[in-house]
């Protein structure tokens, strides 16, 4: 079982920055892809952001491609989301994500992940 917590959430203006944390409690944490997502109200969950275990690069969203990064401490069991240049439609619920141990690449959609943190909300004010 994975347990993640994510934390940095919270309400900025557009243009402006956040960083958000998920911590996540597996010791196998370098061996999960790991990923972001978020969902708005009355909208789908979508893809943000994901990042492998090796030397695979990661992956972005369009909407996100060139603002976001998506960066991972195995150390510390600790993924992150460094969101700039947020936009009032980045406005959602953000949620971290944790592949199975045999994922079979970076996946872009909710399947492909098996543990789920609470979400953390973010709110770009225009």
């Known amino acids: 079982q994975v347990q993640l917590v994510e934390s940095g959430g919270g309400l900025v203006q557009a243009g402006g920055s956040l960083r958000l944390s998920c911590a996540a409690s597996?010791?196998?944490?370098?061996?999960?892809?790991m990923g972001w997502f978020r969902q708005a109200p009355g909208q789908e969950r979508e893809f943000v952001a994901a990042i492998s275990t090796g030397l695979s690069g990661p992956r972005y969203a369009d909407s996100v491609k060139g603002r976001f990064t998506i960066s991972r401490d195995n150390a510390k069991n600790a993924a992150y989301l460094q969101m700039n240049r947020l936009k009032p439609e980045d406005t959602a619920v953000y949620y971290c994500?944790?592949?199975?141990?045999?994922?079979?690449?970076?996946?872009?959609?909710?399947?492909?992940?098996?543990?789920w943190g609470q979400g953390t909300q973010v709110t770009v004010s225009s």
């Open positions: 994500a944790a592949s199975s141990l045999t994922p079979l690449g970076v996946g872009v959609t909710p399947s492909e992940y098996a543990y």
């Open positions: 597996a010791r196998t944490f370098s061996r999960r892809v």
